[in-house]
């Protein structure tokens, strides 16, 4: 992605008014925080990016925490072995940028075991998450921390976050940034209701409730946020916080055992939680599941060519919509210069093949 942040079309965020605020039961300390106020322009704030091959990526990610209104004490870049050369962009970004700092993990552990290697390096009152794939809106910080400023029950404060291709092609698609206000019954409810890369918390909180499953190595985020609001209240500050990129198929690529098996890990978490039972022995309990968990595998092996499949068999078939459709996706994602129009051209294109394949009513 070229251009940076300046790339994208100006986003309308969803601001808290007091009336909301009044309603989810939180205070907001915007005194201390006011854009361009010289009064402050830190925050206790530690920043941590664990990094494992995204040296594509990681430059742009340090840029916009580099960026913000409010600037953190420090932006840490757990590195957790990688093997291309994000280690050293990292180095050259820690000469570069005077809040980074970079830590090289010995052995690999998986993005839980970074996190929590941030987190016991961080000195900050709070901490914060942000992908090394991803990209701070430039009020991220100014717009989360004043609610863990107002409110010391908080654990955790954060919203949501505009979807973006893995070559920055903004969708337009917003989530998680609905609902402003008090979410920890949504979260104990075993609802995603805090979108995890943006999501700002108390580090006293976080390393009270154990940090990071490192045996999860999917769900460690809805696992953290469980065990965060059963101890304190999540919030939702109901803005657009971060650029969040999600590369195609990540989703739908996890094997079906795995999905279902998280899903009941969860599930049975955030039962035995809101039944009152204490975090120390939830964990021991199912802990036969999470190392059930560990032992499968996560993710089916990525189909090459799944698109160039589909169109083929919808083309055999005659389903021309079907076809362009798969045909001007798969460009638009590819980055190719050829194919620029499509990307330009993707957002409004896709609603109007949905439209036109709708039957028509008789």
């Given at each position: 992605?070229?251009?940076?942040?300046?790339?994208?079309?100006?986003?309308?965020?969803?601001?808290?008014?007091?009336?909301?605020?009044?309603?989810?039961?939180?205070?907001?300390?915007?005194?201390?925080?006011k854009k361009g106020s010289a009064c402050l322009?830190?925050?206790?704030?530690?920043?941590?990016?664990?990094?494992?091959?995204a040296e594509r990526f990681l430059r742009e990610?340090?840029?916009?925490?580099?960026?913000?209104?409010?600037?953190?004490?420090?932006?840490?870049?757990?590195?957790?072995?990688?093997?291309?050369?994000?280690?050293?962009?990292?180095?050259?970004?820690?000469?570069?940028?005077?809040?980074?700092?970079?830590?090289?993990?010995?052995?690999?552990?998986?993005?839980?075991?970074?996190?929590?290697?941030?987190?016991?390096?961080?000195?900050?009152?709070?901490?914060?998450?942000?992908?090394?794939?991803?990209?701070?809106?430039?009020?991220?910080?100014?717009?989360?921390?004043?609610?863990?400023?107002?409110?010391?029950?908080?654990?955790?404060?954060?919203?949501?976050?505009?979807?973006?291709?893995?070559?920055?092609?903004?969708?337009?698609?917003?989530?998680?940034?609905?609902?402003?206000?008090?979410?920890?019954?949504?979260?104990?409810?075993?609802?995603?209701?805090?979108?995890?890369?943006?999501?700002?918390?108390?580090?006293?909180?976080?390393?009270?409730?154990?940090?990071?499953?490192?045996?999860?190595?999917?769900?460690?985020?809805?696992?953290?946020?469980?065990?965060?609001?059963?101890?304190?209240?999540?919030?939702?500050?109901?803005?657009?916080?971060?650029?969040?990129?999600?590369?195609?198929?990540?989703?739908?690529?996890?094997?079906?055992e795995f999905a279902a098996l998280a899903e009941?890990?969860?599930?049975?978490?955030?039962?035995?939680?809101?039944?009152?039972?204490?975090?120390?022995?939830?964990?021991?309990?199912?802990?036969?599941?999470?190392?059930?968990?560990?032992?499968?595998?996560?993710?089916?092996?990525?189909?090459?060519?799944?698109?160039?499949?589909?169109?083929?068999?919808?083309?055999?078939?005659?389903?021309?919509?079907?076809?362009?459709?798969?045909?001007?996706?798969?460009?638009?994602?590819?980055?190719?210069?050829?194919?620029?129009?499509?990307?330009?051209?993707?957002?409004?294109?896709?609603?109007?093949?949905?439209?036109?394949?709708?039957?028509?009513?008789?």
């Open positions: 992605m070229r251009g940076g942040v300046h790339r994208y079309a100006a986003q309308e965020s969803l601001r808290i008014d007091a009336a909301t605020a009044q309603k989810g039961r939180f205070r907001m300390k915007t005194s201390l925080y322009k830190t925050a206790p704030v530690t920043v941590i990016t664990a990094v494992y091959n990610t340090v840029e916009s925490v580099s960026k913000q209104q409010l600037l953190p004490v420090q932006h840490l870049l757990v590195d957790d072995c990688s093997t291309d050369g994000s280690l050293d962009l990292a180095r050259e970004l820690e000469k570069e940028f005077p809040l980074v700092r970079v830590v090289s993990l010995e052995t690999n552990g998986g993005y839980p075991a970074a996190l929590n290697a941030g987190l016991r390096e961080a000195a900050s009152e709070y901490v914060g998450i942000l992908d090394s794939d991803d990209i701070a809106m430039p009020h991220w910080l100014a717009s989360v921390v004043p609610v863990l400023d107002g409110n010391p029950d908080i654990g955790s404060a954060g919203g949501g976050g505009v979807i973006m291709t893995h070559d920055g092609l903004v969708t337009g698609h917003a989530k998680y940034c609905s609902q402003a206000g008090d979410v920890t019954a949504e979260v104990m409810a075993g609802k995603y209701a805090i979108l995890h890369p943006g999501s700002v918390h108390r580090r006293d909180f976080l390393l009270k409730t154990g940090g990071y499953n490192p045996r999860l190595r999917s769900a460690e985020d809805c696992d953290m946020f469980l065990n965060m609001a059963s101890v304190a209240r999540l919030v939702n500050v109901g803005e657009l916080l971060i650029y969040y990129r999600r590369l195609p198929g990540s989703e739908s690529r996890k094997t079906p009941a890990y969860l599930a049975q978490k955030a039962q035995m939680l809101s039944a009152g039972k204490s975090l120390p022995a939830t964990n021991a309990e199912l802990a036969s599941l999470v190392n059930a968990l560990a032992a499968l595998p996560r993710l089916a092996p990525l189909v090459k060519g799944a698109y160039e499949y589909e169109m083929a068999e919808a083309l055999r078939r005659g389903d021309r919509r079907l076809c362009a459709s798969r045909f001007y996706f798969a460009s638009a994602i590819s980055g190719h210069k050829r194919f620029l129009c499509c990307r330009r051209a993707l957002r409004c294109l896709m609603p109007r093949l949905k439209s036109t394949s709708e039957p028509k009513k008789a």
